[in-house]
């Protein structure tokens, strides 16, 4: 019996952690399983199953609620941030439309003299086309520099933010995780605190986290920077 409640526990624990994003790095947390995996298995021949399965029904939620919480605000991070990279993209992508009617213009004077039959008139036709647009061309150079500057300078801003925000997850998830672990197996060792019936865990995972402030901070880089 003892052995059999250990191993659901031990598959319980494994399922936890697959809960979390595809690719997140949560070794700390990873290693924590590995150790209570290992801690469980030592001793299947002397806790007492009663004991075991006590700790079990009242730490699972726990840790389940915690996996979810990092899952949910981790993809949240991601969402907003690719959300704000694409409305900034459309944003400067509207502009490209004012370079690209700047451009047909510059062209079209040229255009103009190629229909010029005699060649010197075709030659001067070329200065005096080239005279006129070499302001427009350095406009639309430094135009072009200064977008191409500001997109840039946007969307590795927006990166940074989402990088402080899925640290922030991953920090809140890793810390909650090993406390819970830690709680986990002195309950193993000595049962639960002062009653064997499940109550409210003052390890319980925060409904919020410092995640949800850098979600929102990621959310302000969906604003259109000035070009």
Known sequence: MQTVAVTCF???LIGAAAAIPFGVDVRSADHGVLRLLAEANAMSGTADPAVTTE???YYMPIINKISANFSTQYEQCVTVATQAS????ATAAQNRVAFVNQTASICSAFTTC??????LDFFNCY??????????????SDSASTAALSLKSGLQMISDKETSCTSDAQRTYTTQ????????YACFVSGLPGSTTAATSSTAPPESSAADDSTASVASSAAPLAS
């Open 10 to 12: 031990c598959l319980a």
């Open 55 to 57: 700790c079990f029904n």
């Open 86 to 89: 694409a409305n900034l993209t």
């Open 114 to 119: 190629n229909s010029d039959n005699d060649t």
């Open 127 to 140: 200065v005096t086309a080239a005279s006129a647009d070499i302001l427009d061309i350095y406009t639309l």
């Open 177 to 184: 995780t090993a406390e819970t672990y830690k709680e986990l």
